[in-house]
């Protein structure tokens, strides 16, 4: 199953669902990444960690440790 981790820069997903043992569930449901969310990897830093995505209108840097712990829909994986 691919992750958030996965996307390469202008690539764009859909989330499938935050895991319930995932420790950064709550700060992640806070900014507005739920089932169904619409995100595009907009780049990352020089060392590969964190990765920039734009989530509902707002960039948000997500360290590759939980990135890797948010999957994404098959079906709907691919760039635009």
Request: proline share 5%.
């Amino acid at each position: 199953m691919k992750s958030l981790k996965d996307l390469k820069q202008g690539d764009c997903c859909v989330i499938d669902v935050i895991p319930e043992n995932n420790s950064m569930r709550r700060r992640l449901l806070d900014i507005g990444l739920v089932e169904n969310t619409r995100v595009e990897c907009v780049g990352q830093s020089p060392s590969g960690d964190p990765k920039a995505f734009l989530i509902r209108g707002a960039v948000i840097a997500l360290r590759l440790s939980d990135c890797a712990m948010i999957p994404l829909k098959e079906d709907l994986y691919g760039t635009d």
